[in-house]
C-alpha cells in the first residue's frame, strides 16, 4: 500500500499544497500533522510508523518534512527499510536500500539540516542588528500609539468605554490596561 504523509509547522499553515502532490502520486491514505517537524513525537507520524507493513511505500513531498534532523531521518530510514519500506521523497526519488541510495539520503538530509540551522542563524543575527536600534521592542508592533491612547483616555471622561472603542476603534481592554497603567505611574 502506498501511505502519504504531510506535515507544516503551525495551525495557520495550509497543507493543501503537500496533500494534492501527495493524492497525485496515487497515495491510498495520507497522514497529516500540524506540527513542529523539530520533535519525532509528531502524533499521526507515529501512528504512519505503526501502520506501515513490508512491501508498503511511504510518500513525501519533501525531506525536511519527514525529519528535521539527520540523525533522526537517518534512524527512521533504517528503522524502515528493516521492516522492508520503501521510501519515496517527491523532490528527490525513491531512496532505495543500498550503499548508493543510503549515501544520497544522508547527504540530502544533512543539507536539510544544513538549511534549516541556516535560517534560524540568519533569524538570530536579524534580531540582534534590529535589537542595537534603541527603539526596537521585540514581538508584534502596537496598533495605538501612545497620543491616540492619551485621546482615548481623555474620551473616557465623558463617554463610557463601549463608546470609545466605537469611535477610535481602541478595545476596551487596551483602554482598561492604559488607565491602570497610568494610574500605577502617577501613585
Same mark, same amino acid.
Given at each position: 500500500? $502506498?501511505?502519504?504523509?504531510?506535515?507544516?509547522?503551525?495551525? &495557520?499553515?495550509?497543507?493543501?499544497? &503537500?496533500?494534492?502532490?501527495?493524492?497525485? !502520486?496515487?497515495?491510498?491514505?495520507?497522514?497529516?500533522? $500540524?506540527?513542529?517537524?523539530?520533535?519525532?513525537?509528531?502524533?499521526?507520524?507515529?501512528?504512519?510508523?505503526?501502520?506501515?507493513?513490508? =512491501?508498503? @511505500?511511504?510518500?513525501?513531498?519533501?525531506?525536511?518534512?519527514?525529519?528535521?534532523?539527520?540523525?533522526? =531521518?537517518? #534512524?527512521? +530510514?533504517? !528503522?524502515?527499510? =528493516?521492516?522492508?519500506?520503501?521510501?519515496?521523497?517527491?523532490? *528527490?526519488?525513491?531512496?532505495?536500500?543500498?550503499? @548508493?541510495?543510503?549515501? +544520497?539520503?544522508?547527504? *540530502?538530509s544533512s543539507f536539510a539540516e544544513f538549511?534549516?540551522?541556516? +535560517?534560524? !542563524?540568519?533569524?538570530?543575527?536579524?534580531k540582534a542588528i534590529?535589537?542595537?536600534?534603541?527603539?526596537?521592542?521585540?514581538?508584534?508592533?502596537? $496598533?495605538? #500609539?501612545?497620543?491616540?491612547?492619551?485621546?482615548?483616555?481623555?474620551?473616557?471622561?465623558?463617554?463610557?468605554?463601549?463608546?470609545? !472603542?466605537?469611535?477610535?476603534?481602541?478595545? $476596551?481592554?487596551?483602554? +482598561?490596561?492604559?488607565?491602570?497603567?497610568?494610574?500605577?505611574?502617577?501613585?
Amino acid at each position: 500500500m $502506498k501511505y502519504g504523509y504531510a506535515r507544516v509547522s503551525t495551525q &495557520q499553515q495550509d497543507l493543501q499544497s &503537500q496533500l494534492n502532490q501527495l493524492t497525485n !502520486e496515487g497515495c491510498e491514505k495520507i497522514y497529516q500533522d $500540524k506540527f513542529t517537524g523539530t520533535k519525532r513525537d509528531r502524533p499521526e507520524f507515529n501512528k504512519l510508523l505503526d501502520v506501515l507493513e513490508t =512491501g508498503d @511505500t511511504l510518500v513525501i513531498t519533501k525531506l525536511d518534512r519527514f525529519a528535521r534532523s539527520t540523525v533522526d =531521518g537517518i #534512524n527512521v +530510514i533504517k !528503522e524502515l527499510f =528493516g521492516r522492508g519500506v520503501r521510501v519515496h521523497v517527491l523532490n *528527490m526519488g525513491l531512496v532505495e536500500d543500498t550503499p @548508493t541510495g543510503r549515501l +544520497i539520503f544522508n547527504v *540530502m538530509s544533512s543539507f536539510a539540516e544544513f538549511e534549516r540551522d541556516m +535560517i534560524v !542563524e540568519r533569524t538570530q543575527e536579524g534580531k540582534a542588528i534590529a535589537r542595537l536600534d534603541p527603539d526596537f521592542k521585540e514581538g508584534r508592533p502596537k $496598533k495605538f #500609539n501612545s497620543k491616540q491612547i492619551a485621546h482615548g483616555i481623555e474620551l473616557l471622561e465623558s463617554m463610557t468605554y463601549k463608546q470609545v !472603542e466605537e469611535k477610535t476603534g481602541i478595545s $476596551k481592554s487596551t483602554l +482598561i490596561r492604559a488607565v491602570r497603567e497610568k494610574r500605577t505611574v502617577t501613585e
